[in-house]
């Protein structure tokens, strides 16, 4: 047996479709903002999410932006306390920002650009995993770069270009895919090309160190031992994912392009509820006489709230699986120009359910109007 709500829907669709509509829009908006702030952690963290690493050191983190951000700082002689644990085979210290230049084209032109080194060797744990293996002999190679796709797109080269770093000529060795540039244009050195190109000398500081354990170890046993050790020296150790998930934070949370994000996804957020709202408190207002009708025919007060909250919450429910579809297709096109909406699952959820709140808000404003109507309502 249908209910009376849905088949007021159904027999009265054309004023509710623009409900609908709105509602959709509503919800891609919220969802394609969000994604966007998401994204870009995501994009600017990528390369510390392809580490090989067990284990990563960090100095403590009073707040996330200290202890993940750029200014977090190791002396490069706290490497002997990592080594004094028998589980460790390896330790490296990891500080991949070498600096920024100017590439020059052969045009003529140029773009802003960052440099970023990347250790080619066998047993380094910075060559991220999605690379292939012979991008090694590439980058070990004296002058060679390699650029990420909306990188090489960006600077408008490919494979064998040649390009002018701080007087230094470079080739494009290769381009690869998986490694969003997060909205920057990143080159990638081996460390000796990378200090050529910035004119920069070894550092006494890194930025944090990774540690790679023997096989049989224990990551979570070998983290609660080297903690008291750790602390002494202001550091801690950490998995890696924490490591990404930290280093997106922070760099959301120190760029000003990352609080332009921010601010426009609360603004997005703000406007899309607010006009969301309106529009189906509007369509509510606007079947007052039918709601008359249903008084002059003796339903309850309580009986046509009920049929105003079904209604909402099932105009909600019609909206949001097409808003996700439209937010999953704008993702696509968005990659399309190497702009990364980044929708999780959680994600998902949580704009779904935001959707559905509005809806049902937008029934309980309506409702002091809805039942007060009276029979009278169908002689105006």
């Given at each position: 047996?249908?209910?009376?709500?849905?088949?007021?829907?159904?027999?009265?669709?054309?004023?509710?479709?623009?409900?609908?509509?709105?509602?959709?829009?509503?919800?891609?908006?919220?969802?394609?903002?969000?994604?966007?702030?998401?994204?870009?952690?995501?994009?600017?963290?990528?390369?510390?999410?392809?580490?090989?690493?067990?284990?990563?050191?960090?100095?403590?983190?009073g707040t996330s932006i200290r202890g993940f951000g750029r200014r977090g700082a190791i002396p490069t002689r706290r490497i002997g306390q990592i080594w004094m644990h028998n589980d460790v085979e390896f330790v490296q210290g990891y500080s991949p920002r070498q600096g920024s230049?100017?590439?020059?084209?052969?045009?003529?032109?140029?773009?802003?650009?960052?440099?970023?080194?990347?250790?080619?060797?066998?047993?380094?744990?910075?060559?991220?995993?999605?690379?292939?293996?012979?991008?090694?002999?590439?980058?070990?190679?004296?002058?060679?770069?390699?650029?990420?796709?909306?990188?090489?797109?960006?600077?408008?080269?490919?494979?064998?270009?040649?390009?002018?770093?701080?007087?230094?000529?470079?080739?494009?060795?290769?381009?690869?895919?998986?490694?969003?540039?997060?909205?920057?244009?990143?080159?990638?050195?081996?460390?000796?090309?990378?200090?050529?190109?910035?004119?920069?000398?070894?550092?006494?500081?890194?930025?944090?160190?990774?540690?790679?354990?023997?096989?049989?170890?224990?990551?979570?046993?070998?983290?609660?031992?080297?903690?008291?050790?750790?602390?002494?020296?202001?550091?801690?150790?950490?998995?890696?994912?924490?490591?990404?998930?930290?280093?997106?934070?922070?760099?959301?949370?120190?760029?000003?392009?990352?609080?332009?994000?921010?601010?426009?996804?609360?603004?997005?957020?703000?406007?899309?509820?607010?006009?969301?709202?309106?529009?189906?408190?509007?369509?509510?207002?606007?079947?007052?006489?039918?709601?008359?009708?249903?008084?002059?025919?003796?339903?309850?007060?309580?009986?046509?709230?009920?049929?105003?909250?079904?209604?909402?919450?099932?105009?909600?429910?019609?909206?949001?699986?097409?808003?996700?579809?439209?937010?999953?297709?704008?993702?696509?096109?968005?990659?399309?120009?190497?702009?990364?909406?980044?929708?999780?699952?959680?994600?998902?959820?949580?704009?779904?359910?935001?959707?559905?709140?509005?809806?049902?808000?937008?029934?309980?404003?309506?409702?002091?109007?809805?039942?007060?109507?009276?029979?009278?309502?169908?002689?105006?």
């Open positions: 047996m249908i209910s009376l709500a849905r088949a007021n829907l159904i027999h009265d669709w054309q004023r509710h479709v623009t409900a609908i509509v709105v509602l959709v829009l509503a919800g891609l908006l919220m969802t394609t903002q969000l994604g966007l702030v998401s994204g870009f952690a995501e994009s600017s963290s990528e390369l510390e999410r392809q580490l090989r690493a067990d284990v990563v050191v960090i100095p403590v983190a230049a100017q590439w020059l084209t052969e045009d003529g032109s140029s773009e802003f650009i960052l440099i970023y080194t990347m250790d080619p060797g066998e047993d380094s744990m910075t060559f991220p995993r999605r690379f292939p293996e012979s991008v090694r002999s590439v980058l070990a190679t004296q002058g060679m770069v390699v650029l990420p796709r909306p990188t090489a797109r960006a600077l408008d080269v490919d494979v064998g270009s040649s390009g002018e770093i701080n007087g230094n000529t470079v080739v494009v060795g290769a381009v690869v895919e998986g490694l969003p540039s997060g909205f920057s244009r990143r080159v990638f050195a081996s460390p000796q090309t990378a200090r050529e190109l910035s004119s920069t000398r070894p550092q006494q500081f890194v930025r944090s160190y990774l540690v790679r354990l023997r096989e049989d170890a224990d990551v979570d046993r070998f983290i609660d031992e080297m903690s008291p050790l750790l602390s002494r020296y202001g550091l801690q150790a950490i998995r890696p994912e924490e490591y990404a998930a930290g280093r997106g934070i922070a760099e959301l949370l120190t760029s000003s392009f990352g609080w332009i994000l921010i601010g426009s996804a609360v603004f997005g957020l703000v406007v899309g509820c607010g006009i969301a709202s309106q529009t189906l408190r509007g369509a509510f207002l606007a079947q007052l006489r039918e709601f008359g009708s249903l008084r002059a025919l003796g339903v309850s007060k309580r009986r046509m709230a009920a049929v105003a909250m079904e209604q909402a919450f099932l105009t909600g429910v019609v909206s949001v699986p097409i808003a996700i579809v439209l937010s999953h297709a704008a993702r696509v096109v968005a990659r399309q120009f190497d702009i990364v909406i980044a929708l999780s699952t959680e994600l998902v959820i949580g704009t779904s359910v935001l959707l559905l709140v509005v809806a049902l808000v937008a029934g309980v404003v309506s409702l002091t109007a809805v039942t007060r109507v009276e029979p009278a309502e169908l002689l105006r």
